[in-house]
C-alpha cells in the first residue's frame, strides 16, 4: 500500500510537469488554482466521507449489530437515500425562488456534520425512529447540494475549459468515494482489532483478533462465534456486537471531523477566493467626485 501511494505521488509530479509545459494541456492546471472552483469541487468530497461510506458498511451494522433481516435493513437505508432523490429537486426550487445556491450548498455541508454526528444515537436496541431525522439529514446533506455544485463550479472556468473543469469535478467526486469507502473499511477493521484485542483472551479458541475482526467488520459474527465452544458462543457474540458497535461510533466521530474539516477549508477557500468588492472611495461618478 505505501509503495502504491508513493508511486501516485510520483506520477503525479511527473503529470504536473508534463502539463505545465504541454501548448494544449489535458487538464490546465490554471482551472483547480481557482480557489472558488476548488472549493465547490471538494464539496462533493465531503459527501463521499460523511454519506457514500455509510450507504456502503451501515447495512452490516443493522445487520450484525442491530439484528435486522437484510430487508428489513434495506428498507431502513432508504432513510439516508430518499433525501438523495427529493433534495436537488427542492434545492432547484428555492434557487428558482431568489436562495442562494452557495447558501444551499452551506447547509448541505452542515448536515453532513450534524448528520454524522447525531447518528452516533445508533445502538444496538436503538429504535429507528430515534435515528430517522439523523439519517435523512445525512441524505440530505448529499442530496442539496447535487446538481448546483456542478452548476456554480462550471459557471467560473471560461466556457472553452468547461470540459476538463467537469472532468476534475467528476475525478474529485468517483475517486473520494473510492478512497472513503476504502479508509472507513480499513478504520473498521483496525479499530475493531483492537476493541476485539482487549477481551478476546477470555474466549479460548476465538482465533486471531485481526481475522475476527475482518470477518465481524463485514457483518459475519456466526463464523468467528462457532470457533468457541458452545457454551460460551452467546457470550462471544455479545462480546463481539459490542466491540462493533463501538468501533462504528468511534468510526463516526471520525467522519464527523473529516466533514467539519472540509467544511472550514471549503468556506475558507471561497471567501479567499471571492472577488472584492469596490471601496466607494474609488468608484467613478458624482459622489467619489465630491
Known amino acids: 500500500m505505501l509503495s502504491l501511494f508513493a508511486g501516485t505521488v510520483a506520477v503525479l509530479a511527473v503529470f504536473t510537469a508534463v502539463e505545465k509545459r504541454h501548448d ?69 426550487g428555492l434557487v428558482a425562488r431568489g436562495v442562494s445556491a452557495l447558501t444551499l450548498i452551506y447547509v448541505s455541508l452542515g448536515c453532513l456534520v450534524v448528520g454524522d454526528a447525531t447518528l452516533t444515537l445508533f445502538g444496538e436496541d436503538v429504535i429507528i425512529l430515534v435515528v430517522a431525522v439523523p439519517m435523512l439529514v445525512t441524505g440530505a446533506g448529499m442530496g442539496l447540494s447535487a446538481g448546483l455544485v456542478d452548476g456554480q463550479a462550471l459557471a467560473i472556468v471560461a466556457p472553452e475549459k468547461a470540459g476538463m473543469a467537469a472532468g476534475f469535478l467528476n475525478t474529485l467526486r468517483l475517486g473520494s468515494e473510492a478512497i472513503a469507502v476504502a479508509l472507513y473499511g480499513s478504520l473498521l477493521a483496525t479499530v475493531l482489532a483492537s476493541r476485539i484485542r482487549e477481551g478476546i483472551g477470555d474466549f479460548p479458541g476465538a482465533g486471531d483478533p485481526t481475522t475476527v475482526a475482518n470477518e465481524v467488520a463485514g457483518g459475519d459474527l456466526t463464523g468467528p462465534a462457532h470457533a468457541v465452544d458452545a457454551p460460551a458462543r452467546a457470550g462471544f457474540t455479545d462480546f463481539l456486537v459490542h466491540s462493533y458497535d463501538s468501533a462504528f461510533h468511534t468510526i463516526l466521530w471520525i467522519l464527523t471531523g473529516v466533514c467539519l474539516v472540509l467544511f472550514l477549508v471549503i468556506g475558507g477557500l471561497l471567501r479567499a477566493g471571492r472577488t472584492p468588492r469596490p471601496d466607494a472611495a474609488t468608484a467613478t461618478g458624482p459622489q467619489a467626485v465630491g
Not at 72 to 84: E, N, S
Open 24 to 92: 494544449h494541456p489535458m487538464l490546465d492546471l490554471s482551472v483547480p488554482a481557482d480557489r472558488r472552483y476548488l472549493a465547490l469541487c471538494l464539496v462533493p468530497v465531503a459527501a463521499s466521507f460523511g454519506l457514500v461510506t455509510l450507504l456502503t458498511y451501515l447495512p452490516s451494522y443493522l445487520t450484525a449489530v442491530s439484528g435486522y433481516a437484510g430487508g428489513t435493513a434495506g428498507l431502513i437505508m432508504v432513510l439516508l437515500t430518499l433525501p438523495v432523490l427529493l433534495c436537488p429537486m427542492l434545492a432547484a
